[in-house]
């Protein structure tokens, strides 16, 4: 078992973040350790260039996630844990596997489109190649499963293309196709503006987002905040299916409780938000505090992050090296 995802370092990481990624990638160390497996885990910085970002913010924001990732419990002892840009591996992968995917497949992803909105023509060459690269970083290491959101599994589904087309064309088995992991907790955490729009680094309004380094009076505020109804909780989660703005604060509770929505719903059926919102906002404080704390001092301690992730990217890189040398052989250009 090898498992590897990545968060790209495009701004503070938010709850969205922690709930649909990093929390399952925590709570799956020991297990793939056990099975003598391996966790890698990057900030894809690469990934972070797609779309328009100061060159100041990119640095310190690979260096804060990194931080955030530590603080939140991945463990550089039993995880890789490293930057892309490092792994040079990562971009020549990328390069040969843009002649295997096919435009037609890229025309699909609809994060591009998302992204690009009606400025097609204007966004970059790198947002419409950035699932190749996804790709990339996956096949590189044989990944057997790749923990993701629920947004990213169409990435996922075009790497397993690509590693199938790979195969079949050059009449080989050497690239795995690995299982997406979506967290059952927290497949999608929304918006607390607007929740047909998923949590996002990018929102501007700051208010939509809980970020990992928000402080606890922050933090209770955006809960008070957030978009909700004047109508009380009912007795099961099925009857929030037309409640997106509910149904999203029940599955962040449910989530960081670790309890299953409908105990939740149950707990507070027949009370409104005035009574459900202060404890959210009570218990976010109690699991995320503790992160945020450890993460400032983990920020200004920047050379024990950077041995860290220059440790974890050596190690990564020679877990590449060979795939990398394989597939040259395999498409003629190491002869
Ligand atoms: N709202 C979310 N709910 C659940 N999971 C989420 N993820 C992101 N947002 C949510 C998951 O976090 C991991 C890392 O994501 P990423 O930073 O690489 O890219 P992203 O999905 O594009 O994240 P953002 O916050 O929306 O960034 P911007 O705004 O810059 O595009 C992934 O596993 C993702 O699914």
Redesign the pocket.
Known sequence: MRVV???????N?????Y????KQWVGMQAQIEAAGGESMYFI?DL??LT?WIEPRALHANTFEIAAAMIASGIDPKRSILFNQTRVPAHSELSWLLNNVARVGWLNRMT?FKD?AGKNREGASVGLYDYPVLMAADVLLYSATHV??????KQHLELARDIAAKFNQDYDVELLVQPEPLV?KA??????LRDATQ??????PSDAA?INLIDDDDAIAQKFRKAKTDPEPLGEKLDDLKDRPEAKNLVTIFAALADRTTDDVVAEYAGQGFGAFKPALADLAVAKLGPIRDEMVRLTADRPAVDAILREGSNRAATLAAPLLRRVQETMGLLV
Not at 13 to 17: A, I, K, V
Not at 19 to 22: E, K, P, S, T, Y
Request: proline share 7%; no cysteine.
């Open positions: 995802s990545g968060i790209k370092p495009t701004g990481l938010h709850l969205g973040n709930l649909g990624a990093i894809a990934h972070g779309e994060q992204k923990p993701v959101g629920e947004d990213q967290s927290a497949p999608r955490i929304m918006s998923k949590m996002s680094k990018s929102n987002r």
